[in-house]
């Protein structure tokens, strides 16, 4: 059932209603017969927007310029709701979203970069320089280094949590949408 035949099938119940009830017939008649007539004009008019009603004129005026409406709605559109401002405002917000906002740095503090700095030493003395290192004592050599890797580290993935690369797989696939 469509929602004009449900107003239509209501005004006449009030109709209907006001011819049994004495006491306020001329209320209800009343508004059983505007809400009637307005339905009914409304459903005519919505009618004559889209179908051509002979000898009448203005009827069928969508399909007749339906090009000019095209148009019309396509400025409506780019002009007001795509403008340059607008459109920055969005990307504003993107860059406000809510990966930006999530802070990494406890995160970060848990990891392990002795780990981190083991597995580069092993790195380094199983490639072809590796021979040649052991014999100078590269193990002992590079020990020294791991408190200035640790915080260089730190700071290069802090950065790197920073980055919108980062950020967008982080939306794409962690963070709900």
Request: aromatic residues 12%; without cysteine; hydrophobic residues 50%.
């Amino acid at each position: 059932m469509n929602k004009s035949l449900l107003t239509n099938l209501i005004a006449l119940l009030i109709i209907v209603v006001g011819y049994f009830v004495d006491e306020y017939r001329a209320q209800l008649f009343s508004v059983g017969f505007f809400a009637l007539s307005g339905a009914i004009t409304n459903w005519i008019a919505i009618y004559m927007l889209f179908e051509k009603v002979p000898f009448l004129y203005g009827s069928g005026v969508i399909p007749n310029r339906f090009e000019e409406f095209k148009k019309g709605i396509k400025n409506l559109i780019m002009n007001e709701f795509f403008t340059d401002e607008n459109v920055d405002r969005f990307f504003q917000g993107q860059k406000n979203s809510t990966a930006a906002h999530i802070n990494f740095e406890p995160v970060i503090n848990a990891v392990d970069f002795d780990q981190m700095f083991e597995s580069l030493i092993e790195l380094v003395l199983a490639s072809k320089f590796g021979g040649m290192l052991m014999m100078i004592g590269a193990k002992e050599a590079l020990e020294p280094l791991r408190p200035n890797f640790k915080v260089k580290m730190k700071s290069v993935v802090l950065e790197m949590t920073k980055t919108d690369k980062f950020l967008k797989a982080l939306e794409d696939n962690i963070l709900p949408s």
